[in-house]
């Protein structure tokens, strides 16, 4: 029996290899925007992580006539009321920042608060179906920002952000998968990804 497919609505390869270990065992064909050759830019405008994984999935579902799945996420730090947050990836000020761009300019901000730099990642994962219907799942990690980079894996902020003794870029792929806020998002996601794949 052919596997039944799911189009990952990102390019983001640090995404794609999380999410396909995530979803490993199955029974689904994930496919990524490049093996379908379909190229699709969403401006990620809305006002909530829920939102902008909307739409990302619905619009790459639509393109495609395959269910997709998206998702959204963000760091937020409680010693700067929340932010990044939303515009965790367009934090740093100076256009084409790279990521280690965007730590520093976070750690510049946190440079005269007070340690512990308590913060939290969310996610939501949007599953939408060409049809037009979406359906979410949520998951978070709670943690903190340390000023000191370690690790090698991972991407975005993870080089910073300390849980159980360790930042998220020490962790290896499988212990990540059991504890970052996209593993969880995706793990409750799962769920309606059996029930609209069948």
């Not at 379909?38 to 395959?66: H, P, W």
């Not at 929340?82 to 946190?110: C, E, V, W, Y």
């Not at 003794?165 to 998968?177: D, I, Q, S, V």
């Not at 996209?182 to 409750?188: C, F, G, K, L, S």
């Amino acid at each position: 029996m052919t596997p039944a497919k799911l189009l990952l609505a990102t390019n983001n390869r640090g995404k794609v290899a999380e999410i396909k270990a995530l979803l490993d065992g199955l029974g689904i064909q994930v496919l990524t925007p490049a093996e379908l050759g379909v190229q699709l830019e969403v401006a990620e405008d809305g006002a909530t992580y829920a939102e902008n994984a909307s739409k990302k999935a619905s619009a790459f579902a639509r393109l495609s006539g395959l269910v997709s799945l998206a998702d959204d996420s963000g760091l937020e730090v409680d010693a700067l009321d929340g932010k990044p947050g939303l515009h965790s990836h367009r934090f740093a000020p100076q256009p084409g920042a790279t990521d280690a761009d965007r730590r520093r300019f976070l750690l510049a901000r946190l440079g005269g608060c007070p340690r512990p730099w308590t913060a939290r990642f969310r996610a939501t994962v949007a599953v939408a179906l060409p049809s037009g219907e979406v359906r979410l799942a949520f998951g978070e990690c709670e943690g903190e920002i340390i000023p000191e980079e370690r690790g090698s894996h991972g991407f975005g902020y993870d080089p910073i952000f300390l849980l159980l003794g360790r930042t998220m870029a020490e962790l290896g792929m499988e212990e990540k998968n059991r504890l970052s806020h996209r593993a969880r998002a995706v793990q409750n996601a799962t769920p309606i990804l059996k029930e609209v794949l069948g």
